[in-house]
């Protein structure tokens, strides 16, 4: 993986089929996805439960590209060798999920994977100032962690901004993550973010039989999002 802050679109694959992850990671990617973001939720941090590493390394084969892992779990440090060795490329944990996440960050790293800190809606951006040096991508929840579709929270926007002032010229991804769709995005984009995770907005209207409104939508959302750059 190397880095830039080019526009990426990460399809979620929590809006996929979830009797067909392969498939629907191959249809994504084919379509024009740049990473797949695997949204692993554990019934605790957050109110729902999506699936663990067993099913990360089965899917792990049908992705080319980067698989961004991020966590919605707790603890986090008990499972982070069994999501490298599953093969994420990075592995996002919440601030919020415990007391140690420098420790959880620099474990990551030591797995072999790259660092991802993500913020609930409502932690500042003030308290990923002291991890800056220790994450490679910062992921903005515009939405509560636990489920797709929900509505973007726009009071995020200014967090966004102040994180891309903070993280000044270090080479950490912004990635937003919720309710990003092509209305929004040019919004996130403005502020700094260069990594979109959308769910409901890139499988709405498609099927792995029927792959082609994926594509639509992952055009569209980046099409918005590069008239924002401008
Ligand atoms: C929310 C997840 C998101 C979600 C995004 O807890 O982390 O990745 O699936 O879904 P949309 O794009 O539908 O808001
Ligand atoms: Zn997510």
Known sequence: ???DRSIK???????????AFGAECEAVEAQGADWVH??????????????????????????KGV??????????????????????DIITAH?????????????????????????NPGTPAEAAAALLDDVDLVCVMTVN?????QRFIQSQIGKIRRLREMIDDRPVHIEIDGGIDPTTAPDVVDAG???????SAVFKGGSVREPGPYGENIRAIRAAAEAARR
């Open 1 to 3: 993986m190397t880095f």
């Open 9 to 19: 679109i990460a399809p979620s694959i929590l809006a996929a089929d979830f009797a």
């Open 38 to 63: 695997v949204d692993v939720m554990d019934g605790h941090f957050v109110p729902n439960i999506s699936f663990g590493p067993a099913t990360c390394a089965a899917i792990r084969p049908h992705i």
């Open 67 to 88: 698989m961004d892992v991020h966590l919605m779990i707790a603890p986090v440090d008990p499972y982070i060798d069994a999501f490298a060795d599953a093969g994420a």
């Open 95 to 119: 601030l919020e999920a415990g007391p140690h996440i420098h420790r959880t960050l620099q474990a990551i790293r030591g797995a072999g994977a790259r660092a991802g800190l993500a913020l």
């Open 145 to 149: 962690p636990g489920f797709g579709g």
């Open 193 to 199: 973010a260069d990594v979109l995770v959308a769910g």
